[in-house]
């Protein structure tokens, strides 16, 4: 009797384990999405990226010039005729003749100005040409609102930020009044030639600024001067974060919550590559002040200021004076922080990492998952970083990332529930093909997935400008929803119970088969 039993239990247990297996495999089975919202979302994704490359002229308010920063260490040249030779003019109505970048010809050539007025730490240059469309006395006004400016705001405010201009290489003309040269050229910039001994130096610290520019953008090019005195060889994406920055420091954002112009367009596009700079659009410059703006805000000013004088370049310079300063902390987790900060902007969880105190800066791009799994193809540009976030979370949920495996994938997941919040990253992939993270939680309600393709180690400067490299992962995730898991406990209940009732059946037959036979 006991064998018999025993018997039709284990029979009973391993169709019952079958069953299961079934039920489970067409349950998952049905949880993951067809080809065709795949598709749609690689369409919008290639449209998105060509319209960023189509509208970012409209954007671009500071664009500054990149051009002849290209041509610093030409030789040394031995003809004066090239060569300024007019110095220390402190006379409103003085006149001078500078080099001047062309950016159609890309070439330089000599512009006729006039001194229009003398500031304690500045000399007002406007362009002849733009003295005759304003008329004397409206230029001559011009100049002298700038000249204040300059002296009571932003000098004092650039030089507490950045150091005195002198930096390393001294004063190239022994005045230490800067030369602003205000010219109908619709683009700002500052061109270090003008302090070296070079062709086509204006032998002098000046910087050039289109007269009808907005005020900030002095700031932004007087930070470039004085970085520019200590060192020359800054990859664009720190240089620009913090002249940017100088622009906040000075107090000119405020109107604007805080945010630089491109702030807003960068939220919308946090695919662009922190690290590689764009000629074509100003979108990085929102990425480069946010970035120095979270430094600023989480470790303190004096970080930005000693980047200035850091030997080192780009993450390795950011490296080594936040770690000097006490900070237990490598780029690519500053880097990591930084993308769920600009995901989440939440405070008061995590010692504050996750959000700002100052401003207001939340991603606006992202791709909402409705369904309750998902499997989509996303492309990574280096630096760059993608958002998925989950509609109607689950409390459990597998997370799979598919990747090649000499890529590195920085991977924040992020989500809410009964006990608050909870950040869980991942860095050091390389060598694998594959990231599985298991998420549980208590009353699940918010949930991003933030995925970035990064370099394994400090990355070192960008050896190009442009839109850098890129690859593409698949993610998976995976979630068991309260919708089904009821049908499958009913349906095993079910089975349950009839392999209950026919195990009893069996059980009686024999029984009395047996007591028949005695």
């Given at each position: 009797?006991?064998?018999?039993?025993?018997k039709?239990?284990?029979?009973?247990?391993?169709?019952?384990?079958?069953?299961?297996?079934l039920?489970?495999?067409?349950?998952?089975?049905?949880?993951?999405?067809?080809?065709?919202?795949l598709?749609?979302?690689q369409?919008?994704?290639?449209?998105?990226?060509?319209?960023?490359?189509?509208?970012s002229?409209?954007?671009?308010?500071?664009?500054?010039?990149n051009?002849?920063?290209?041509?610093?260490?030409y030789?040394?040249?031995?003809?004066?005729?090239?060569?300024?030779?007019n110095?220390?003019?402190?006379?409103?109505?003085?006149?001078?003749?500078?080099?001047?970048w062309?950016?159609?010809?890309?070439?330089?050539?000599?512009?006729?100005?006039?001194l229009?007025?003398?500031?304690e730490?500045?000399?007002?240059?406007?362009e002849?040409?733009?003295?005759?469309?304003?008329?004397?006395?409206?230029?001559?006004?011009?100049?002298?609102?700038?000249?204040?400016?300059?002296?009571?705001?932003?000098?004092?405010q650039?030089?507490d930020?950045?150091?005195?201009?002198?930096?390393?290489?001294?004063d190239?003309d022994?005045?230490?009044?800067i030369i602003i040269?205000?010219s109908?050229?619709?683009i700002?910039?500052?061109?270090?030639?003008n302090?070296?001994?070079?062709?086509?130096?204006?032998?002098?610290?000046?910087?050039?600024?289109?007269?009808?520019?907005?005020i900030?953008?002095?700031?932004?090019?007087?930070?470039?001067?004085i970085?520019?005195?200590?060192e020359?060889?800054?990859p664009?994406?720190?240089?620009e974060?913090?002249a940017e920055?100088?622009m906040?420091?000075a107090g000119?954002?405020?109107?604007?919550?805080?945010?630089?112009?491109?702030?807003?367009?960068?939220?919308?596009?946090?695919?662009d590559?922190l690290?590689?700079?764009n000629?074509l659009?100003?979108?990085d410059?929102?990425?480069?002040?946010?970035?120095?703006?979270?430094?600023?805000?989480?470790?303190?000013?004096?970080?930005?200021?000693?980047?200035?004088?850091?030997t080192?370049?780009?993450?390795?310079?950011i490296?080594?004076?936040?770690?000097r300063?006490?900070?237990n902390?490598?780029?690519?987790e500053?880097?990591?922080?930084?993308?769920?900060?600009?995901?989440?902007?939440?405070?008061?969880?995590?010692?504050?990492?996750?959000?700002?105190?100052?401003l207001?800066?939340?991603?606006?791009?992202?791709?909402?998952?409705?369904?309750?799994s998902?499997?989509?193809?996303?492309?990574?540009?280096y630096?760059?970083?993608h958002?998925?976030?989950?509609?109607?979370?689950?409390?459990?949920?597998?997370?799979?990332?598919r990747?090649?495996?000499?890529?590195?994938?920085?991977?924040?997941?992020?989500?809410h529930?009964?006990?608050?919040w909870?950040?869980?990253?991942?860095?050091?992939?390389?060598g694998?093909?594959?990231?599985?993270?298991?998420?549980?939680?208590?009353e699940?309600?918010?949930?991003?997935?933030?995925?970035?393709?990064?370099?394994?180690?400090?990355?070192?400067?960008?050896?190009?400008n442009?839109?850098?490299?890129?690859t593409?992962i698949?993610?998976?995730?995976d979630?068991?929803?309260?919708g089904?898991?009821?049908?499958?406990?009913?349906?095993?209940?079910?089975?349950?119970?009839?392999?209950?009732?026919?195990?009893?059946?069996i059980i009686?037959k024999?029984?009395k088969?047996?007591?028949?036979n005695?």
């Amino acid at each position: 009797m006991k064998v018999i039993i025993t018997k039709i239990c284990s029979r009973i247990v391993n169709t019952i384990i079958l069953i299961f297996l079934l039920v489970g495999t067409s349950t998952s089975s049905s949880m993951f999405i067809g080809n065709e919202h795949l598709f749609n979302y690689q369409f919008n994704q290639q449209l998105k990226e060509s319209s960023l490359q189509k509208d970012s002229g409209k954007y671009d308010i500071l664009q500054q010039s990149n051009l002849p920063r290209k041509n610093y260490f030409y030789p040394p040249s031995n003809n004066n005729q090239n060569l300024s030779q007019n110095k220390n003019f402190n006379e409103i109505g003085d006149q001078r003749a500078f080099w001047v970048w062309d950016f159609n010809t890309c070439s330089y050539f000599k512009m006729n100005a006039t001194l229009v007025s003398i500031g304690e730490n500045c000399y007002i240059y406007m362009e002849d040409y733009c003295i005759a469309e304003l008329g004397e006395q409206a230029a001559a006004i011009k100049g002298e609102n700038i000249c204040t400016e300059f002296d009571y705001t932003i000098y004092p405010q650039i030089i507490d930020l950045a150091g005195h201009p002198n930096g390393t290489l001294g004063d190239i003309d022994g005045d230490p009044r800067i030369i602003i040269l205000l010219s109908h050229n619709p683009i700002s910039y500052y061109d270090q030639r003008n302090e070296l001994q070079l062709e086509y130096s204006n032998q002098c610290e000046m910087f050039h600024i289109y007269y009808k520019t907005w005020i900030p953008t002095i700031a932004h090019e007087f930070h470039h001067l004085i970085w520019f005195n200590n060192e020359m060889d800054e990859p664009h994406f720190t240089l620009e974060a913090l002249a940017e920055y100088a622009m906040y420091h000075a107090g000119y954002l405020a109107p604007y919550n805080n945010l630089n112009p491109q702030s807003g367009l960068f939220l919308d596009h946090p695919e662009d590559s922190l690290l590689y700079w764009n000629m074509l659009n100003s979108i990085d410059y929102g990425g480069a002040y946010l970035f120095a703006f979270y430094i600023a805000e989480h470790y303190g000013v004096d970080i930005l200021r000693n980047l200035i004088t850091e030997t080192a370049d780009g993450a390795y310079g950011i490296e080594n004076v936040l770690q000097r300063a006490g900070n237990n902390i490598t780029f690519n987790e500053l880097y990591l922080n930084w993308i769920t900060a600009l995901t989440l902007d939440k405070l008061g969880f995590k010692n504050n990492l996750y959000g700002f105190e100052n401003l207001d800066a939340r991603v606006t791009k992202y791709s909402l998952i409705r369904e309750s799994s998902l499997s989509d193809e996303v492309k990574l540009y280096y630096y760059g970083f993608h958002v998925h976030k989950l509609q109607s979370p689950s409390n459990e949920c597998t997370v799979e990332i598919r990747k090649d495996i000499d890529k590195t994938i920085g991977l924040s997941i992020v989500f809410h529930d009964a006990l608050g919040w909870h950040v869980y990253q991942n860095l050091h992939n390389r060598g694998i093909k594959l990231i599985t993270e298991d998420i549980s939680g208590s009353e699940i309600d918010e949930m991003y997935i933030i995925s970035s393709y990064i370099f394994d180690q400090t990355p070192p400067p960008p050896p190009e400008n442009g839109l850098g490299p890129f690859t593409y992962i698949k993610i998976i995730i995976d979630t068991i929803t309260e919708g089904s898991l009821i049908p499958f406990l009913t349906i095993s209940g079910s089975f349950t119970l009839i392999l209950f009732v026919i195990m009893i059946i069996i059980i009686n037959k024999k029984y009395k088969l047996k007591k028949q036979n005695n």
